[in-house]
């Protein structure tokens, strides 16, 4: 009788694939959230954009969201600094915390939300509205690049009939330092739908209307997270490549929000 009982949901998996089916779902249940927290990210972004400098306009926009991680934020702007491209700007947002002392580079921007949001997205999308360029890249503050990514990243994007966006491998190391495995899967919008190997720790992507991030309260058992469903809403419309080479160092951080990449649900 189970078994009976499971097999439309498993059709509609085999069909549509269990992460679309939940992404559903969950702008089915958390919609009234994203609602509130969509006027809260345009008010914060007004009131930024009259308080701060404008930023320069720059190949690259980098944007690294924030939250009481002051030594592992500046390991991670440290990393987006010392890349090899140098026309970009480095854009951090503080999702209310307040910002601690950062290297002193005219390409670094840095401001704080009014309020804690405790929405990724959300305070992701202010960066990406505060910043004027071609292309936008994407650090969380736990995790590094090194020096090549940004480099790797736009010899694809700029090649003649380039796609809009690319993604490179993780090598994924856990808090001791050692390295646990990398993850590189090459991009299959099928696949996407059952298997979430998709990061934006590793995306860039040339700045369009999709190019903005989920709204929604996606608490630790809320699946999939923001940055599979920004990576496979973007596909839908723009070419996304994979870059086989290790440009991202992910941290398997178990006090925090990882993909285990362990198959499907």
């Known amino acids: 009788m189970r078994r009976i009982a499971r097999a439309p949901w498993e059709l509609l998996k085999r069909t549509f694939g269990w992460l679309v089916l939940f992404e559903l779902r969950n702008k089915v249940l958390l919609a009234p959230s994203a609602l509130r927290l969509r006027r809260i990210e345009a008010a914060e972004t007004r009131r930024l954009s009259a308080v701060t400098a404008a930023m320069p306009a720059a190949l690259v926009a980098t944007v690294i969201a924030t939250h009481r991680r002051p030594d592992e934020l500046r390991a991670a702007v440290r990393s987006a600094l010392a890349q090899t491209v ?3 700007v480095v854009v951090v947002v503080d999702d209310g915390a307040g910002l601690p002392e950062l290297p002193d580079d ?22 990406i509205r505060l910043s004027r360029s071609r292309y936008v890249a994407f650090l969380d503050d736990d995790n590094l690049w090194e020096a090549d990514h940004l480099e790797r990243a736009l010899a694809v994007l700029e090649s003649p009939h380039g796609p809009d966006g690319v993604y490179t491998a993780l090598r994924r190391v ?45 608490t630790p058992d809320v699946l999939p997270r923001e940055d ?20 991202v160092r992910y941290l398997v951080n178990p006090e925090s929000f990882f993909t285990t990449w362990d198959g499907t649900v």
Request: charged letters at 30%.
């Open 86 to 88: 140098r026309d970009q």
């Open 106 to 127: 005219p390409r670094l921007f840095a401001v704080s939300l009014a309020r804690n949001t405790g929405v990724a997205g959300v305070v992701r999308n202010v960066g």
């Open 174 to 218: 856990l808090p001791d330092g050692t390295e646990r495995d990398i993850l590189s899967v090459p991009f299959d919008r099928h696949r996407a739908a059952r298997e979430s190997f998709l990061d934006t720790n590793a995306f860039v992507a040339r700045r369009n209307g999709a190019l903005r991030f989920s709204r929604l309260r996606r």
């Open 228 to 247: 599979w469903e920004l990576v496979h809403r973007y596909s839908r419309n723009h070419r996304v490549r994979h870059v086989p080479h290790a440009t």
